[in-house]
């Protein structure tokens, strides 16, 4: 099932705040999906996902195909049970990481032929099997089949011709996902993502053609492929705002803080990206003034929590008083640091809940701001904060 | 400070339930101290230590010393202040650390040489300079330096003599350790340790020798340096009922479930180790009906929890029901082999929480056995339950 009601729309930009109703319960947007690959989001456990406020999580279907495998899967009733999250979930079609595999890969018309990265088989990957799988999974929000064209091959960009190419496949597997997803009376809702790659009439041809199939909701897709960071936002720009108002729009794998603030200015309700997981891991941290390298010896010392003006646990303990209102139970960058030196698993643990909750509360604040009709004032003070620097 | 309040003994063994005031609160023995070598124990946050109801932990002081540094804890006031633990610590001397060391250090009466295993850096570790560390750290409970007198050194068990040698040496800095301990004015409670090797006629020399010090607790050391199980049970059931009843008795770095039962049946009040974090880490959990193997493929699609009786976030869920009570929250063994399977951080992070129960529930399961006057039967049941294989 999926319901999405328009609850407001910014008269500054595109921006819209919504609230989608799936499967598994209601969502707000604009919102944020932290990245579950192998039905767990990297570091962090699902008690402590809903205290930090995640709506939705996400899941890799070609993952989740490999490892633990489908029988397993439907023993669960899906990845709901297996991974023990009530919320919704969305997972990708398993396009996306077919594509990734490179040499190991040959796509065809009638889907893609590649060797296992686990055990080597040969598999053959289509639209109507991404169904089945993601039937299996149970996923609230379930993604078309497409192929993710790319920006460039061996340092050759993607020509006008075979951008059109590899969209209209994408637009036929668009045709049969819808088939199958159907045939399986899949009660969850199925997205059509645009592709076109940076060609702005081969995107308005794609998702003219995707509006025509009545899709419940729709994805941009093949962006954050490589392209330069200008490239970037002439998609976001493009694509977004000229899909139908009253559908969910989802940016796929979109990106830096500064993204979704463009991104929700341009119409965007639901973003995913491994970033906030991938850099705390990393120790790269996102905070209101700019991003922070655990690592810098400077650090060393350092009795200040990552933000000041944080309440995650990381940044203020289990009361969850800021340190700036006050609060002293926080983990101090002194402490990161050393753990980071040390290669102490509590390092990634603190700094991944640390970077979801940025996210997170970014996007809740985005909400807040349109709900006040303070949206312009919003992106201009985050986007001056996050500029003056930690 | 410290106080010990002997609450009440067993009839049918040494075993006694007391109550031991420290500088950070009240602590309830017997107990189990989870290891937080460098600061955190592994795997999980003082919140959800708390939770388990971790009452003391344990801190390393060479590791803590080499990183992050005497003059960054100094800083943070202590250790406490550091790792954001604000119930009691212990933190041993030192001693075990540099000796494990081997051809990096050399051992003379003034104290221990050695190289820096960080930066190479040439060290000198004395009695003076560790009661100076552990001041700074702020531990609740310090140990005296003592050299941890080898069960064998390159298969040549450890003579009389040699054991003597060392025992006595320990001696003399037991009593340099509390000459310094008094004149830093150090506010918290130093323990003496027990040497003398496989020899009861040493360890009753050592014993005699450090209560005529009059310390505010006793340490029975070097157990669990690569002897067989059977010197190990020897010596714990020489030593610990021997050491003044009215005062704390701190078996080092033991053991199993059974040997922490035997230990409590011999009299022991205090235990450290790093066997459920460590086996945690490795895939070997303790369960109430023996030890389970998540990296064994039969448990690849099983979705009962790791223990049907247990309460843990990683067996019950937020909600704490176990699985025979009906509670159905919990994590699976399925979900926790294809976490090790997939080398997801979660994997670890449930695990080490789960074994990190077993331990401290199975202290509370004890202590209650005692307020209740039912430590036989308890003893007796859990050796069974735990024989019986899961």
Redesign the interface.
Known sequence: MLQFDLLKTDPTSHARRGALTLGHGVVQTPLFMPVGT???V????P?SLHEMGAQIILGNTFHLWM??GL??LQ??GGLHG???WDKPILTDSGGFQVWSLGAMRRITEEGVHFASPVNGDRLFLSPELSMQIQTVLGSDVVMQLDECTPYETRGQLTTEGEARQSMEMSLRWARRSQAEFQRLNNPNALFGIVQGGMYENLRAESLAALVAMDFPGYAVGGVSVGEPKEEMLRVMAHTPHRLPAHKPRYLMGVGTPEDLLEGVAQGVDMFDCVMPTRNARNGTLFTRFGDLKIRNARH??D?QPLDSSCSC?ACA??SGVPWDQGGR????R??L???D??G???G???TTVHNLHYYLNLMREVRDALDAGEFAQLRARLRAERARGV
């Open positions: 192998y039905g767990t990297k570091g962090v456990t008690r490892r633990p029988d397993v023993g669960f297996f991974e023990k060393r010392a009795q646990y303990g289990p139970e926080g983990f101090s002194a402490y640091h050393h753990l030196r040390c102490e698993m509590l990634p643990m603190l």
